[in-house]
């Protein structure tokens, strides 16, 4: 009776354990999930705004993309929720093997040995799930991209017609991502099944083998082994599900390292802190760039924007304007020297040039949120000082008219180019920033609104204005310092409106061609 008694004390007691464990996940577990979630999202995110805007254009969104959603959901699932199904099948499965052990180590040796041969074969099976995962995260950011770039471009390819070369493109990227899906649905079935094997292998075998002992009288009575058999439930819960669970918590430990991975490649480098205001001007001496080597975008440009002044950079499309102006920005792949003061930009801290510069596009962003939180960038700012940036930038009468919690939509769609445009020069005033670029900001704009958002530019004080545009206006040309001509990435004529044009030169011909 001592067995049996002992046997229904250990049930109770597994039972005990199970509604204990029960009632330890109830309270623990989706508070730890909730908290380690937020602690990696928080984390992972902080890490990304660490890089600079000159390295982040190098990387493809879309891998982040992925690898904050997808890629999240995975790692929730298969490592963050599985610790707790690891731990619960190893403490049932020690448990098993103790009483197994306390009945006949002889058949815990076979139960064992039946079984090892398949739990290798699941092992090596999880190893090569990590890999695929990988793969499946690739496939899919790559689709993600593709999809991105079809969802931006859309006005583009209904212009020219091309729903079906795009849709080619798309669902390319999806039939590869799918099969990157469909090659990891194969390994988890077949870690399934070898796990399975492992389980049943060790009850049928270890079910033959007693009973060929017991009908020899050898080792184990029958009402053992009926009782043994009983244990090797436990047992056989835990060969088939811990594989699979420590399979994919590898694969998904994968996405992890991947995630990682990717946020530390190309961080923003350590430099000096711009510690004073610009006390003189920038200068650029020698500076040269090319995207391609054999195809150089800038040559030797030198010249010097001085503190406060405003200077506009004139020239034809592709003579490397645009490119001038992101240099600026930050970046470490230029010849030459650009120097603020005394300090060149490649010394100089990413955050502190960002802190230094505000600059102005062509294509806005917007967020999805109120005007005034557009304009602050959800930062806290005096209402004094927000008001004065709303009337200097010329979005007085829109704020009077839908008021500043009026939700810009998606990028913008609520508002107009020019509602934009004076959102970004709203900005860059309550920032305070020594220098502001703007390139082509008026481009897409009508005539009216392009002047008026270029007057609300030239109105601004005590700030360093270079200004990159197209539009050849001589009454606003007048009103710059000086203007910057470029030909085929060289500066070759530099001086006022008035200057310029008694020259006859390059400049004169394209404001004249332009009238």
């Known amino acids: 009776m001592l067995p049996l008694s002992v046997l229904g004390l250990f049930c109770l007691g597994i039972l005990l354990l199970i509604i204990l464990f029960k009632q330890i996940s109830y309270w623990t577990k989706p508070r ?26 190098k990387e493809s969104t879309s891998d982040y993309l992925s690898g904050f959603s997808n890629d999240l959901n995975i790692i929730e699932t298969d490592y963050l929720k599985a610790q707790f199904g690891i731990v619960a099948n190893i403490v049932a499965l020690v448990g098993a093997i103790l009483m197994m052990l306390w009945y006949s180590s002889v058949m815990t040796a076979i139960a064992l040995g039946f079984c090892v041969l398949p739990m290798l074969a699941a092992i090596f099976t999880g190893n090569k799930l990590e890999k695929s995962q990988k793969q499946v995260s690739i496939k899919n950011a790559n689709f993600l991209s593709a999809l991105k770039d ?8 209904k212009s020219f017609g091309a729903e079906k070369e795009i849709a080619k493109v798309v669902g390319q990227s999806s039939r590869h991502a799918e099969q990157a899906k469909c090659s990891r649905e194969k390994l988890d079935i077949i870690l399934d099944m070898l796990s399975a094997v492992a389980g049943v292998t060790a009850q049928l075998g270890t079910v033959l083998v007693g009973c060929a002992l017991t009908l020899s009288g050898y080792v184990i009575t029958p009402g053992k082994l009926i009782a043994y058999l009983d244990l090797t439930g436990l047992f056989i819960m835990g060969i088939r599900e811990l594989p699979v669970l420590l399979g994919k918590r590898k694969a998904a430990l994968g996405l992890v390292d991947k995630l990682a991975d990717a946020l530390e490649e190309n961080t923003e480098d350590s430099g000096v802190e711009l510690t004073e205001p610009l006390q003189q001007e920038i200068t650029l001496s020698h500076l040269s760039f090319a995207y391609d080597l054999e195809k150089p975008v800038l040559k030797e440009i030198s010249c010097s924007f001085q ?18 102006l992101n240099l600026l920005m930050g970046s470490d792949s230029y010849e030459g020297k650009i120097y603020f003061d005394n300090q060149e930009m490649r010394d100089i801290s990413s955050k502190s040039l960002c802190n230094a510069i505000s600059m102005i596009q062509q294509d806005v962003f917007v967020f999805n949120a109120s005007i005034r939180d557009n304009i602050t960038m959800f930062k806290e700012f005096p209402r004094a000082q927000v008001d004065e940036a709303i ?42 920033t020594q220098i502001l670029l703007a390139d082509e900001a008026t481009a897409a704009l009508d005539a009216e609104t392009a002047y008026q958002v270029s007057d609300a530019i030239l109105n601004l004080t005590d700030m360093t204005r270079i200004v990159v545009t197209h539009a050849l206006d001589g009454k606003l040309l007048r009103r710059y310092d000086g203007i910057l001509t470029i030909k085929s990435g060289r500066i070759i004529e530099y001086g006022s409106f008035d200057e310029l044009m008694e020259q006859k030169g390059y400049f004169y011909s394209l404001y004249t061609v332009s009238q």
Not at 150 to 157: L, N, P, R, T
């Open 307 to 324: 503190k406060g002044k405003s200077y506009a950079i004139v020239g034809a499309s592709g003579s490397g304007k645009s490119t001038l």
């Open 32 to 57: 730890f999930l909730q908290r380690a979630m937020v602690q990696y999202k928080n984390y992972a995110f902080e890490k990304l705004t660490k890089k600079s805007m000159s390295t982040f254009r």
């Open 150 to 157: 079809a969802i931006g471009g859309f006005s583009v390819m």
């Open 391 to 432: 009337r200097l930038s010329g979005l007085s009468a829109l704020v009077s008219e839908k008021g500043e919690h009026y939700l810009c939509g998606e990028n913008g769609c609520n508002l107009s180019g020019g509602e934009k445009q004076r959102i970004s020069i709203a900005r860059s005033l309550l920032r305070k």
